[in-house]
């Protein structure tokens, strides 16, 4: 039952990539939808065969100083696929393809924030470098039981750091890097509803996969992290009707939406960890402070982040993972060394919370640049593009 469980699982984050795709087209101009979906669906074939070439065994196979695993078995080569893997119960087969998702669906995360800007050979190269020297990197150092952060103690059941937080960050950088400043005229986007909606339906569905099936089997973890995944979407959705009534008068579906999404980013590092209480509350939290980030924050700071990505992902990832810090508690799940500090546990996880956060955002945002600067230098400013098109021109 856990193995057809991860199968399960697996199918509905595979979901999310295409899920992902149709909710960004919903905001873009006509112009870009094509390259947005394009850009998406090309992460099946370029991350998910990186991610069998390479990404698993330098993330989850042996351990170097804690930030990186071995090279040894390129293309899965002695890799016994049938055998289980660790703790985790599972065939090694089952949790590779698991993980897999996650290693498709980070990038086309961040890469809206350059949609039809770029050319699709950047687009290659950064996503090929982005997983090798920071995705695979990440994954092992938080998830890997030897990796540092997960020897710190740091907590993200989900991907919190892993996903969100790398994803906001690198959308930041490149919108920062590749796009020019943005400058507010208080123009309005006139998107598809349709497939805001469409696109939310399907990330909301898929992250059901996402959280739940991060506890790699059927226990209360998985049940506690299904219902603290809705209700935080639930409690994010209503604070942003209120958020838009307050302060723009008015209650749009896009809104809500993407007040849903920022729920369901908030409660992904705690899923499991934190009590139906906390998710409520953590979705109130990751509304309110998306809310702010996207509505007046971004134009002060002239961040060109158009889809709002790092406002979503990296403000709600951010918020998420220290809010484990205050809502963890033993009672939902044993893997909790030390309660968060609305539990009785002190400033203990918080601190290392923050920490883990701290570590997430400098090396992100460390390597991020010095990948885009070298791309930049090697196509000689032929980066960007006058026009949409599919060619590798």
């Known amino acids: 039952m856990n193995v057809v ?29 094509t390259r947005i979906l394009f850009d998406s ?17 330098i993330s989850f196979e042996g351990n170097n100083f804690g930030i990186i695993g071995n090279f040894k078995h390129l293309f899965l080569s002695g890799i016994d696929l049938s055998s289980t893997y660790g703790s985790t119960g599972l065939p090694t087969s089952v949790y590779l393809i698991f993980q897999m998702m996650f290693a498709i669906l980070t990038p086309a995360l961040f890469l809206g924030a350059v949609a039809s800007r770029v050319r699709i050979r950047f687009i290659i190269l950064f996503v090929t470098l982005w997983s090798i020297f920071i995705y695979y ?36 950088i490149l919108a920062i890097t590749l796009r020019d400043p943005y400058k507010y005229n208080n123009e309005q986007v006139n998107g598809n509803p349709l497939w805001i909606l469409m696109g939310t339906i399907l990330l ?36 942003w009707i209120a958020l838009e009534k307050i302060f723009k ?20 590092p705690g899923t499991g960890y934190v009590t139906i209480f906390g998710s409520f509350l953590i979705g109130i939290i990751s509304a309110i402070s998306s809310f702010y980030f996207m509505n007046y924050l971004k134009y002060k700071l002239h961040l060109n982040d158009y889809l709002d990505i790092f406002g979503c992902h990296g403000v709600s990832g951010i918020v998420g993972s220290i809010c484990v810090g ?6 939902v799940n044993h893997n909790v060394v030390t309660n968060g500090l609305f539990y009785g546990g002190g400033f203990k996880l ?40 599919l060619e590798l021109a």
């Open 5 to 33: 469980f991860m199968i399960l699982s697996t199918i509905l984050v595979w979901i999310m990539v295409p899920g992902i795709a149709i909710f960004y087209s919903g905001f873009v101009p006509r112009r870009d939808v």
């Open 41 to 57: 669906f090309l992460m099946f074939g370029l991350a998910g065969l990186l991610w069998i070439a390479i990404g698993f065994p």
């Open 137 to 172: 990197p990440m994954a092992h150092i938080v998830w890997s039981t030897n990796g540092f952060l997960a020897q710190l103690g740091v907590l993200d059941f989900a991907g919190g750091t892993v996903i969100h937080i790398n994803a906001g960050i690198t959308a930041m």
């Open 204 to 239: 909301w569905v898929g992250w059901y996969g996402f959280n739940a099936g991060s506890a790699l089997n059927i226990s209360a973890q998985t049940l506690n992290a299904f219902l603290t995944t809705t209700i935080a979407a639930c409690s994010a959705l209503m604070a």
């Open 249 to 268: 008068g008015k209650v749009t579906i896009s809104g809500i939406c993407t007040g849903s999404i920022c729920g369901l980013v908030g409660v992904t």
């Open 326 to 331: 205050l809502f963890a508690t033993k009672t």
């Open 350 to 389: 918080l601190g290392v919370q923050v920490i883990g956060v701290i570590f997430t955002i400098i090396f992100v945002s460390i390597i991020s640049i010095i990948i885009i600067m070298g791309l930049k230098k090697l196509f000689k400013n032929q980066v960007g593009i006058k026009q949409l098109s």
